[in-house]
């Protein structure tokens, strides 16, 4: 990582470039390709200002923060850049290959030999208990997406059924109710 240092209206601190580098260290595990990294830190009167702008081979981010204490300061742009790179992440883990609507794809079979047949019986491995919470549907797909669970178990607030929301693997949804 090339990281380049602009000292404004104060001196030069080694401590500081130390302490800025150990902070980037976070952001780099996120990071494949070299980076160069341009710091800029600034005093206007009573204010501290860290601005930091990252560029690598396909994304450019930027930071500017601004508080009473340049670490402070350091440490609020470091988790901007951070949640701007695990957003970035996110997209491209996300971002799925669409193959060609006339192409068929054959699965292969697997020979007998790698895949056992379960003989058994099932298990209750894990015990969970919910309490429900009176939501709408809205809200409930809403804390679905916030929390990223695969469904939400809660009771309907205009019925009040107990409810289960899923999501499939299209992204869609499907929705239970009960009837009480």
């Not at 090339?2 to 404004?8: E, I």
């Not at 340049?70 to 901007?80: F, H, P, R």
């Not at 919470?133 to 669970?149: C, H």
Request: charged share 35%; glycine share 4%; proline share 3%.
């Amino acid at each position: 990582m090339q990281t380049s240092f602009t000292f404004r209206n104060m001196e030069t601190g080694e401590w500081l470039k130390d302490y800025v580098n150990k902070k980037l260290a976070r952001i780099e595990r996120y990071m494949d390709k070299p980076v160069s990294v341009n710091v800029i830190l600034s005093v206007d009167k009573f204010r501290n200002i860290a601005e930091i702008k990252l560029s690598a081979k396909n994304i450019a981010l930027q930071g500017k923060e601004e508080a009473k204490e340049m670490t402070l300061a350091v440490d609020n742009v470091i988790d901007k850049i951070e949640r701007q790179m695990k957003k970035y992440k996110g997209k491209i883990k996300n971002h799925k290959d669409v193959t060609s609507i006339g192409e068929n794809i054959v699965p292969e079979e697997l020979p007998a030999e790698e895949y056992e047949e379960y003989s058994g019986d099932p298990e209750v491995v894990e015990t969970r208990k919910v309490v429900l919470k009176p939501m709408s549907l809205e809200d409930a797909t809403l804390e679905m997406d916030e929390s990223r669970n695969m469904f939400v178990i809660y009771r309907d607030s205009s019925s009040e059924n107990v409810c289960v929301i899923y999501r499939r693997d299209d992204g869609n949804y499907v929705l239970i109710e009960t009837n009480s």
